[in-house]
T-cell receptor, first 116, second 112 residues
Framework: DTGVSQDPRHKITKRGQNVTFRCDPI?????LYWYRQTLGQGPEFLTY????????KSRLLSDRFSAERPKGSFSTLEIQRTEQGDSAMYLC??????????????FGPGTRLTVL | AQSVAQPEDQVNVAEGNPLTVKCTYS??????LFWYVQYPNRGLQFLLK??????LVKGSYGFEAEFNKSQTSFHLKKPSALVSDSALYFC??????????FGKGTRLSVIA
């Protein structure tokens, strides 16, 4: 399978703990995106990378959230001191193209986070 | 700020009948418009997009969408619905350098 993969698929944690998610994009894609999706809502943009550079972050991304893409390939999203409101599906997507490109994004299956 | 509205939470249609899932957007300028479908336990799958040119766009699985600039709409259509089309459908919009903004989604139920 050469699509976008995410790990883990499910994560249950206790409030206050740190969690880290991984995304492996389609190999030739230079852009990588993170979204959050809660029940009954569409995905909400969190941040994106072009190669290893993090070019934009949403206001939704509090200082407890950090994302990296150190070698321009896989990416990690870390949430520190998790809160119950962080419970959601975290989606990763990738696409090819330069800034301003209208190429479609390809999504991974998501990581479902439950904070108890 | 750009936004997308999907006015129907749920659309029910009988198998074999035509289906329409509505989407309107609120932006200034020329939007890029997308439709995605989400099946249970699977990621969002791209269906089709409008960038420029012909207002009628054809996509995967027999779906098409019509861009109407005067009504700022991008409704998804299919001439003959299948039970397997039952899923959650998302409309999304972006400009050249802005993030993709999704609607809340419309659940399509095709009844045999």
């Amino acid at each position: 399978d050469t699509g976008v993969s995410q790990d883990p698929r499910h994560k249950i944690t206790k409030r206050g703990q740190n969690v880290t998610f991984r995304c492996d994009p389609i190999s030739e894609h230079n852009r990588l995106y993170w979204y959050r999706q809660t029940l009954g809502q569409g995905p909400e943009f969190l941040t994106y990378f072009q190669n290893e550079a993090q070019l934009e972050k949403s206001r939704l991304l509090s200082d407890r959230f950090s994302a990296e893409r150190p070698k321009g390939s896989f990416s990690t999203l870390e949430i520190q001191r998790t809160e119950q409101g962080d419970s959601a599906m975290y989606l990763c997507a990738s696409s090819s193209g330069l800034a301003g490109s209208y190429n479609e994004q390809f999504f991974g299956p998501g990581t479902r986070l439950t904070v108890l | 700020a750009q936004s997308v509205a999907q006015p129907e939470d749920q659309v029910n249609v009988a198998e074999g009948n035509p289906l329409t899932v509505k989407c309107t957007y609120s932006v200034s300028g020329n939007p890029y418009l997308f439709w995605y479908v989400q099946y249970p336990n699977r990621g969002l799958q791209f269906l089709l997009k409008y960038i420029t040119g012909d207002n009628l766009v054809k996509g995967s699985y027999g779906f098409e969408a019509e861009f109407n600039k005067s009504q700022t709409s991008f409704h998804l259509k299919k001439p003959s619905a299948l039970v397997s089309d039952s899923a959650l459908y998302f409309c999304a919009v972006r400009f050249s350098n802005t993030p993709l903004v999704f609607g809340k989604g419309t659940r399509l139920s095709v009844i045999a």
